[in-house]
């Protein structure tokens, strides 16, 4: 039995593993021995022309490609956290007409697929005279219920007593959701802004339509500029995949345990 | 008087005011006036928008109308890439998590191994795999011909190879994603109700079979549910690896409707095609939600 399951684990683990793994390694061969067959693992010479070419040329600037990725996943992290986490408070804690009625039209839209979207934000993202822009990309997909449920579950979760002797020691409900809610709610918050970091990092059908300039790409977007424009240079798009892997990699490589317990909570308590 | 009640309603709507207002704008809004640009010809580029009624639906339903063959194509490979990613995405993931459920050295460690495609884009996905499965130089067919298989398998421009292909892919980024969800819904069982069982001679399959599935159902529906609905939306894997080839054939309902509304701007049509997918996505959604409450009333009874 034990050793059945060690068969399993490293026959998964080599399926998961060895085409990372190959992927990184070609990125550093010459653009020759990307295509070469049969295939080689270790690249003999070791190069980072792949790297210098694509962070360099003029058609396809994945540095700034990068660098938009950054400021718009960044962005969107913060905005959702910031309007669910308030959202959400009210949500929880509050009591108001028509907190049902919002609550439910929120949570309705949790499995509203998202094509029903598409076009009509298109034609709203035009009309605010975003398209081509960042903006675009940060804002419109801050709108999901998800973080609102999310965070809402969390803060139920909270024992009430700390909030109630706050309000008796003379503080205003601000200063409570400020100075007691969101501190005792970070891992929650870290989890969603990770979730959201990743997911807009992520996104491909919308930046690919709302962006056309080439300085303007996102690059999940970029990667498939980059294709059209070197679709047999291989050396050149395993780099690019590589640049476009490492920050969410890194991210979960350091936050790994947050990033599946927001995933894995969100089934159950879903 | 508690806390929860101290606050006015205004307080209250000052919290949500911020969220709302990106709700409203970009999630109820979109849902009505795509509903209005379907009834109409509407051209993003052209300032005249005719009310054209249900003319858009009618065309996409009518058999002599242009749209309808591309269309159909594409809402049929849909149905196609659905039909086969779900059951697998269902079943491998829960194999998975049972053996991840198990007490063992490095458990954590293989967890983050199989998740971790999730967290790479779907067009990293994409454009790696269309490297691995290119069918003249890829590493796969190369493999394929050392162990004496056909290598010159066109994974990315014939079909059924390329339903395999895409299939295959989408299992191997996202089989992680479900199988956390699983696992975290398998940790929720109580302990009591499989040593209970051991006490009444249970068999580890009678086990699985009367305490696991039945305890997993709620986890096992959302699963469904979410790999239904991002299934029905696969759009990054085709567009990357095999851009619809061969013909049209991989080219999904989303694929179609993003080049119509968004590269061709016949918003109208597509805003019709994206509402009559949704009905069918909802209908399945029901039917899904149905299955598992019968499961339960039968098992129940």
């Known amino acids: 039995m034990k050793a059945l399951r060690y068969a399993v684990l490293a026959i998964l683990t080599a399926l998961f593993i060895s085409p990372l793994v190959f992927v990184v390694l070609t990125s550093f061969k010459t653009a020759r021995e990307a295509v070469q067959t049969p295939p080689t693992w270790v690249p003999d010479p070791f190069t980072t022309q792949a790297y210098e070419r694509i962070l360099t040329a003029a058609d396809t600037p994945v540095f700034r490609w990068f660098l938009n990725s950054m400021i718009a996943a960044t962005a969107n992290a913060a905005l959702v956290v910031l309007t669910s986490a308030l959202a959400a408070y009210a949500l929880a804690r509050l009591e108001f007409r028509g907190k049902k009625i919002v609550f439910a039209l929120i949570v309705s839209t949790l499995f509203v697929p998202p094509v029903i979207l598409v076009v009509p934000n298109y034609e709203i993202v035009g009309r605010l005279f975003w398209l081509d822009t960042l903006i675009a990309i940060i804002v419109p997909t801050a709108a999901g219920a998800f973080g609102v449920f999310f965070l809402r579950q969390f803060f139920m979760g909270l024992p009430l007593e700390l909030e109630e002797s706050a309000f008796l020691d003379g503080a205003n409900r601000w200063q409570v959701f400020t100075k007691i809610v969101l501190p005792l709610s970070k891992p929650a918050l870290a989890t969603l802004a990770l979730l959201s970091f990743l997911t807009n990092w992520n996104d491909f059908l919308w930046p690919v339509y709302v962006l056309f300039s080439p300085e303007n790409q996102t690059l999940q977007a970029g990667l498939s500029t980059l294709q059209s424009a070197n679709s047999v240079r291989y050396d050149l798009l395993m780099a690019g995949a590589v640049v476009a892997s490492v920050p969410v990699l890194l991210l979960y490589l350091l936050a790994q345990r947050f990033v599946i317990e927001g995933v894995s909570r969100s089934g159950v308590k879903g | ?301």
């Open chain 2, 1 to 301: 008087m508690s806390a929860t009640r101290r606050a006015g309603s205004l307080t209250a709507w000052l919290f949500l005011a911020p969220y709302l207002a990106l709700f409203v704008t970009f999630v109820l809004v979109p849902i009505v006036f795509g509903l209005w640009i379907s009834l109409h010809n509407w051209d993003f580029t052209l300032p005249g928008k005719p009310f054209v009624g249900l003319d858009n639906y009618t065309a996409l339903l009518d058999s002599d109308s242009v749209s309808f063959d591309p269309f159909w194509n594409a809402m049929q490979a849909t149905g196609i890439f659905t039909l086969f990613t779900v059951p697998l995405l269902i079943v491998v993931p829960l194999a998975v998590a049972l053996v991840m459920n198990q007490k063992f050295r490095g458990r954590d460690i293989f967890r983050a191994i199989y998740f971790a495609p999730y967290v790479l884009g779907v067009a990293v996905v994409g454009v790696m795999w269309r490297f691995l499965l290119d069918r003249n130089i890829g590493a796969i067919n190369s493999y394929l011909g050392a162990i004496g298989l056909p290598d010159d398998i066109a994974w990315l421009s014939s079909v059924p190879a390329a339903w395999v292909a895409l299939i295959g892919v989408t299992v191997w980024w996202t089989l992680g994603f479900n199988s956390v969800i699983y696992l975290a819904g398998l940790q929720d069982i109580p302990r009591e109700l499989y040593e209970a069982a051991k006490v009444d001679g249970a068999s580890r399959w009678a086990a699985f079979w009367h305490i696991t599935l039945p305890s997993l159902r709620p986890v096992t529906m959302f699963v469904t549910l979410i790999t239904v609905i991002a299934s029905a939306n696969m759009f990054g894997q085709s567009f990357i690896m095999t851009n619809g080839a061969p013909a049209q054939e991989t080219r999904t309902a989303i694929f179609y409707i993003a080049e119509t509304g968004l590269q061709n701007f016949q918003m109208g049509e597509a805003a019709a095609a994206s509402w009559i997918l949704t009905l069918a996505l909802m209908l399945l959604s029901v039917v899904v939600f149905g299955v598992f409450r019968l499961r339960g009333a039968l098992e129940a009874s």
